[in-house]
């Protein structure tokens, strides 16, 4: 998180014009990011506000433009600190003899904690669209975390499946539960347990070759 943050600030547009002393650092660029997370989880992306956020956190909105270039380069900054939490939760879940658990614990207790933890980020980063794809990297970087977890599986488990195909699979399950569960249509108290049931469901299902034609 901490090497994401700098990568935004050394890329700010701004922040070494003219030689000035920098007055906005990592911490007011962090402060700005848990606001907007705070906003748009409160009232939605649409009542984002440059003046409104810098208030927020007892700054200037110069400093949301130094720090992110606009408005729209903050809401990229937080897809990309989305994407990078997913991707660091997904690489934490252990590693162990049973690849098909695994997987199910990607998806049930990591993508799944993401989502309840930072339900924001994961409609900025995941379902909000992005044509400028301005944080495919960072996309990119989380989705081969998952892929990793399939590609244990092995062929033979995959029915005969590219270890890609069954990623897109398996995220796309994993991105339904989720907003199920935001939209509070899930069993109550039941949640984690759906997860676990599709996940495993569909990880059994893989093994079955595929029936499509091209």
């Given at each position: 998180?901490?090497?994401l943050i700098?990568?935004?600030?050394t890329?700010?547009?701004?922040?070494?014009k003219?030689?000035r002393?920098?007055?906005?650092?990592?911490h007011?660029?962090a402060?700005?990011?848990?606001a907007?997370?705070r906003?748009?989880e409160?009232?939605g992306?649409q009542s984002?506000s440059?003046?409104?956020l810098a208030?927020?956190?007892?700054?200037?909105?110069?400093?949301v433009?130094?720090?992110?270039?606009?408005?729209d380069?903050?809401?990229?900054?937080?897809?990309?600190r989305g994407?990078?939490m997913?991707?660091?939760a997904v690489?934490?879940?252990?590693?162990t003899?049973d690849p098909?658990?695994d997987?199910?614990a990607?998806g049930a207790?990591?993508?799944?904690?993401?989502?309840?933890?930072?339900?924001a980020?994961f409609?900025?980063?995941i379902q909000?669209?992005?044509?400028?794809?301005?944080f495919?990297?960072?996309?990119?970087?989380?989705?081969?975390?998952?892929?990793a977890?399939?590609?244990r599986?092995?062929r033979?488990?995959l029915?005969?499946?590219?270890?890609l195909?069954?990623s897109v699979e398996?995220h796309?399950?994993?991105?339904?539960?989720?907003a199920v569960?935001?939209?509070?249509?899930?069993?109550p108290g039941?949640e984690?347990?759906?997860?676990?049931?599709a996940?495993s469901?569909l990880?059994?299902?893989?093994?079955?070759r595929?029936q499509?034609?091209?």
């Amino acid at each position: 998180m901490n090497i994401l943050i700098r990568r935004i600030v050394t890329l700010s547009r701004y922040s070494g014009k003219m030689g000035r002393p920098k007055k906005h650092d990592e911490h007011t660029a962090a402060a700005l990011l848990d606001a907007a997370e705070r906003t748009i989880e409160a009232d939605g992306i649409q009542s984002l506000s440059v003046r409104g956020l810098a208030a927020d956190v007892d700054t200037t909105a110069r400093a949301v433009y130094s720090l992110f270039g606009s408005k729209d380069g903050l809401v990229t900054a937080l897809g990309a600190r989305g994407f990078g939490m997913l991707a660091a939760a997904v690489k934490q879940v252990p590693v162990t003899d049973d690849p098909a658990a695994d997987l199910v614990a990607a998806g049930a207790a990591a993508f799944r904690g993401f989502v309840v933890a930072h339900p924001a980020l994961f409609r900025v980063a995941i379902q909000h669209p992005d044509p400028t794809r301005s944080f495919r990297s960072e996309a990119v970087a989380a989705f081969a975390q998952l892929e990793a977890r399939v590609a244990r599986l092995g062929r033979t488990s995959l029915g005969g499946r590219s270890a890609l195909q069954a990623s897109v699979e398996f995220h796309a399950l994993c991105e339904g539960l989720a907003a199920v569960e935001l939209r509070g249509q899930l069993p109550p108290g039941q949640e984690e347990q759906t997860w676990r049931s599709a996940l495993s469901a569909l990880v059994t299902g893989l093994g079955t070759r595929a029936q499509w034609r091209d």
